[in-house]
């Protein structure tokens, strides 16, 4: 899979999409206003830069996503996993858990993650 980046504004609006899509254009630019106080230009300036980039589709005054939220949140994680620990997943758990405490219940959730990609 490409790496797929998306800036924090772009994040929020795809956040939207994903929640609401498929959804007109007029009610999107509606839901950034309210919520980040975006103008209507602003939004369908980024819907024009999404949509060449390949992450949504802006056809017929509607709007689609052309990626899913996990594919985006994967893909994020892997460049951050890269880019701030060498790919090192232990490193990554080591400073992740080094001020936090977990639950019994989160603990075991990622223990039954180690296991299921251990087979």
Do not use: H
Request: net charge negative; proline share 2%.
């Amino acid at each position: 899979m490409a790496e797929i980046k998306l800036s924090e504004s772009e994040y929020r609006l795809m956040d939207i999409l994903w929640e609401k899509e498929p959804i007109s254009a007029m009610e999107l630019a509606a839901i950034c206003l309210e919520k980040y106080d975006w103008k209507k230009s602003t939004v369908y300036t980024m819907l024009k830069r999404m949509g060449d980039k390949g992450l949504l589709l802006f056809e017929n005054k509607i709007v689609e996503s052309l990626v899913e939220k996990e594919q985006v949140n994967k893909s994020e994680g892997d460049a951050l996993l890269q880019k701030g620990y060498g790919g090192s997943i232990p490193d990554f758990f080591a400073a992740f858990l080094q001020d936090r405490k977990l639950t019994k219940e989160e603990a075991r959730r990622i223990q039954k993650m180690i296991e299921e990609a251990m087979e």
